[in-house]
């Protein structure tokens, strides 16, 4: 077949015209799929950072923290929030103990893997647990390098404390069957200028917390102390750093520790 | 209708008792998975074996057996077909068959492990691109009406042919005239027809192996030991290949025998296939060899106890054996009946042998590659029951598995009940096929696509120093007087810099800058992310103390403090200076006003005293969603979303052209013209 100039110009004003289109249309449907401003609740009421430092110097390894947060949050048995680890990094150093809540990381895997958005990062660094949505599908626990997330196998035994009030995301209760459960910072706790539950509760003091913005964190004992400060010079690590996962949970070292170490507890 | 095409149907047409038997047996098993399956709904996953250590188990292992499985039609028809092979005519719709039967079972398997299947809806509710979850249902989504149309469309000629038969109860040979779609066997049709196969073909290859990279996605997007593998995309096409394979040999085997195909059926096929499974088998060791010893020569980290706990550990008597039993037997196996010539008569028997090894081989692996890794956790397991770090499936999670098996069969047995699974029109043909291509030449094919895909991050740490200013206040002497504290703050400007002699702590520490891809998988800077926190200036607070008179207060001890939203962040004390002035200079990473108190404890000249006043430090960054984060915005970001939307929706699009446009429309005006064109003739 043969084509006219007219024809192959005709062709190129047609061809032209047909990507002005395509591209309109597919504009359109990007700015739709591809949205830019965040969903309301992705926003924090306030603008804070949070952060948390735990002093692993000051931790006798009592769990106070883990049964405050039990009590605060009616957490199903067999799930610890906050848990704390008995570690040894090698023979040599010795054992210490490892108080682990959720690290709330600025990178986190488990909000990149869930398919539902039913956990998500706030403005406020808190990676929230939302249950209305979540489908339990354990994306995020084969994500959770931390093992900071646990999963209702069956209906939690319900009190009826936890059953007076309705569900929220920040209180986390009622607990329902199916679900994944996580520590959330007590965020509602954090409206009302309160600890969470685990610092306020640590007899040791060593739980500290607070707003990155502020560059202070507190503990139970009332010591307000410069967050970048403590970071800088107590040598604060992350946990596994290595993996990229940015958490917002801060550790001292375990240096010239105070009290017995796992280890030391047992032979006594 | 000759007697080759008689005795093809007998499979459709006659019934045995033993059929019957078979089915009755089957439907049992279903029953009790599904008495199972009600047992979980209603109790919820504590009926299986699963807990927060190992949260996946046997469904995820069926899971991706099962899809593995059924990568089979897309081998052995497509490609065989993309090739123009002639013995593949044969076998291509029971290979189709295992394709479409396994998706139907393997996809279902995933619901079956939701903990919360009544919120499926979610899924595409609110679904997020960005989770390799919402790829699967995609791709397997994808992948199934693929297959499905393209065992249905190379049906419609016997479907038409069915239709004919008048042996058949009435309620068949009426779903066959609805199914053939009003074939009437022109050549018009004939070419549409060929034309929609081809390009089915061609694009269910790319497809097929996108989706079971996107199944082994699901692990290795994690961080897990074991799974956390640049292999593992190409290494699950290649074992579901190996596995799909052998699924369609032992299948041509069962079948061979029950509908006495034999005629059909050769030894050249088992021959054909079996070099295919055999090469197969050589590139899955290969794979192996290269996962395991990758980890298993460095045994870094926590690899180190999965590597153990594999090759020497709890699981070592079951690795070695699936290693032996799936990989090694089949190998040799084979080469022994194929390359033997003393042993070729046992061809069918040898290599049908092999598939059945390799396919139960390949569920144990994948078992193997689930579970181990989730009981290498990073942390140890502790203060945890035996129940809770050992998984053990439960009756309930085997008689699912069982029960999935028997849904398998039972389709297969059913449909090939109802539909020929010998292609009646695509075997009947000029002549007997001839030629036998050669397996080498095909499998080119097959090699492609299974580039591995690999990510790189890149992390280059810079440090910045900022430097700090010293302040040097020279005391003088001043009478002493009562108190009134005043307090002013300023911000201190910098000079560019400034040599320092103060330890304080000064800038912002080591920003650890990403060369990863962060900014394009994530929106680009200008879209909503966090702002990088710009340095808050230095804030020098000023105090003044002095009698009621204005009598400076010189060289007393001044207390600062800031109160913070949770305490009283103590600033430290400074001596006033002559004029009764001290200044403290503050280059806390802070941003927002804060209430600053001066106080003052009083002594023999003066009285306490103690002023706050709110000071401004830099202002707070916008809220937003951390920079470093990657892909986790609750909405799609185009860096993920583009290629996997792109891809899947093509695919759609194809489907709607070969079946929508070609087979439905094109087809039915091909018929119209041709009839339009018998009456003018008449």
């Not at chain 2, 992948?143 to 042919?161: N, Q, S």
Request: proline share 7%.
């Amino acid at each position: 077949m043969d084509v006219s100039r007219r024809g192959f110009f005709g062709f190129l004003v047609r061809g032209a015209a047909a990507l002005v289109a395509v591209g309109a249309v597919s504009k359109a449907l990007a700015s739709r799929i591809f949205r830019e401003e965040l969903p309301a609740r992705s926003i924090a009421p306030s603008n804070q950072r949070w952060v948390m430092v735990i002093d692993l110097a000051k931790c006798d390894g009592c769990r106070d923290c883990t049964k405050a947060c039990r009590a605060m949050h009616f957490v199903p048995p067999m799930q610890d929030w906050i848990k704390v680890f008995e570690i040894t990094d090698n023979p040599t150093a010795g054992a210490y103990w490892l108080a682990r809540p959720c690290m709330h990381c600025d990178n986190p895997p488990c909000v990149r893997g869930c398919p539902v958005g039913a956990t998500f990062k706030r403005t406020d660094g808190i990676v929230m647990q939302d249950n209305d949505r979540c489908i339990g599908c354990r994306n995020c626990i084969a994500q959770c390098p931390y093992g900071a997330r646990s999963f209702n196998w069956a209906d939690p035994p319900h009190t009826a404390q936890e059953m007076a009030r309705p569900y929220s995301m920040e209180y986390m209760y009622p607990h329902r069957k199916g679900t994944v459960e996580k520590c959330g910072f007590c965020p509602h706790h954090l409206r009302e200028g309160k600890l969470p539950a685990c610092a306020s509760a640590c007899t040791m003091g060593a739980v500290y917390f607070g707003d990155e913005l502020e560059d202070a964190v507190t503990n139970s004992k009332g010591e307000t102390i410069q967050f970048t400060k403590i970071t800088k010079r107590g040598a604060a690590f992350r946990l596994m750093e290595e993996l990229g996962t940015e958490p917002r949970v801060y550790y001292l070292p375990p240096a010239n520790r105070k009290y017995p170490s796992p280890v030391e507890k047992q032979h006594a | 209708m000759n007697a080759r095409e008689q005795n093809l149907l007998k499979s459709v047409t006659v019934t045995t008792w033993r059929f019957r038997i078979w089915v009755g047996f089957l439907l049992a098993v279903l029953a009790v998975g599904a008495y199972a399956y009600v047992l979980q709904l209603r109790q919820g996953l504590v009926v299986t074996g699963l807990r927060d250590q190992v949260s996946w188990g046997l469904y995820i292992t069926n899971f991706v057996f099962f899809i593995g499985i059924s990568h089979a039609g897309t081998l052995i028809s497509a490609i065989l077909r993309v090739t123009d092979t002639e013995w593949r005519r044969p076998i291509t719709r029971m290979a189709e068959a295992i394709t479409v039967f396994a998706l139907c079972i393997g996809g279902p398997m995933v619901i079956v492990d939701l903990g919360r299947p009544d919120r499926m809806w979610n899924l595409f509710r609110y679904g997020r691109i960005q989770s390799p979850i919402i790829w699967d249902v995609l791709s397997v989504s994808t992948y199934l009406v693929g297959c499905l149309l393209y065992f249905f469309i190379p049906m419609i000629p016997d479907l038409a042919l069915l239709a004919d038969r008048h042996e058949l109860a009435p309620w068949r040979r009426r779903l066959y005239k609805r199914l053939s779609l009003g074939w009437t066997g022109t050549p018009g049709e004939k070419e549409l027809l060929e034309r929609a196969i081809g390009v089915m073909a061609v694009v269910i290859i790319p497809l097929a192996v996108s989706v079971h990279t996107v199944v082994s996605w699901i692990f290795a997007m994690t961080l897990r030991p074991g799974w956390d593998s640049s292999i593992f995309g190409p290494y699950f096409v290649i074992g579901a290949i190996y596995s799909g394979a052998a699924g369609v040999v032992f299948s041509m085997f069962v079948l061979r025998r029950i509908y006495r195909l034999e005629a059909y059926i050769e030894i050249k096929h088992f021959r054909n296939l079996g070099l295919l499974l055999l090469s197969f088998a050589l590139l899955y060791l290969y794979f192996n060899i290269n996962e395991y010893l990758t980890i298993g020569y460095k045994v870094e980290g926590p690899e180190r106890r999965l590597v153990y706990d594999l090759f020497f550990g709890r699981y070592a008597g079951a690795f070695w054996t699936v290693q032996t039993v799936g990989v090694i037997v089949p190998l040799l196996l084979m080469l022994t009946v194929l390359a033997w010539p003393r042993y070729r008569q046992f061809t069918v028997q040898g290599v049908s042998l092999a598939a059945f090894l390799v396919v139960i081989g390949a569920w144990a692996k994948r078992y193997l590659i689930i579970v181990p890794t989730l009981q290498t956790p990073f942390l140890p397991a502790q203060h945890l029951p035996e129940n809770w770090t050992n998984y053990t499936p439960t009756w309930v999670e085997w008689s699912i598995t069982a029960a999935a098996l028997a849904g398998f069969l039972l389709i297969y047995t059913l449909l090939s009940k109802l539909f020929p699974i010998v292609s009646i029109w695509e075997t009947r043909a000029e002549g007997e096929p001839t030629s036998e291509v050669s397996v080498a030449g095909a499998s080119r094919w097959w090699r492609r696509g299974t580039a591995a895909n690999t990510t790189a991050l890149v992390l280059l740490a810079a440090l910045l120093v900022f430097p700090s200013r010293a302040q040097a206040k020279a005391p003088r002497k001043l009478p002493p007087q009562p108190t009134v504290i005043t307090i002013e703050s300023h911000v201190v400007p910098t000079p560019a810099s400034e040599p320092t002699g103060e330890a304080a702590p000064s800038q912002p520490d080591s920003h650890r800058v990403y060369f990863y891809a962060g900014p394009w998988l994530n929106h680009p800077p200008p879209f909503g992310g966090q702002e990088e926190k710009t340095e808050p200036p230095a804030i020098a607070v000023v105090a003044s103390l002095r009698n009621p008179d204005g009598t400076p207060a010189a060289y007393k001890a001044v207390t600062f403090a800031l109160q913070t939203g949770f305490g009283v962040l103590q600033l430290g004390s400074r001596p006033t200076d002559a004029r009764g002035h001290v200044e403290l200079v503050l280059r806390d990473q802070r941003y927002g006003a804060y209430p600053i108190t001066v106080s003052f404890s009083g002594d023999d000249e003066f009285a306490p005293a103690t002023s706050r006043q709110k000071v401004e430090f830099g202002l707070p960054p916008a809220p937003g969603l951390p920079r470093t984060g990657v892909l986790i915005t609750p909405y799609a970001t185009p860096g993920i979303g583009i290629p996997f939307l792109g891809f899947y929706g093509f695919m759609w699009v194809v489907f709607t052209y070969t079946f929508g446009y070609l087979v439905l429309y094109r087809m039915r005006r091909v018929r119209q013209e041709n009839g339009n064109r018998t009456k003018g003739g008449d």
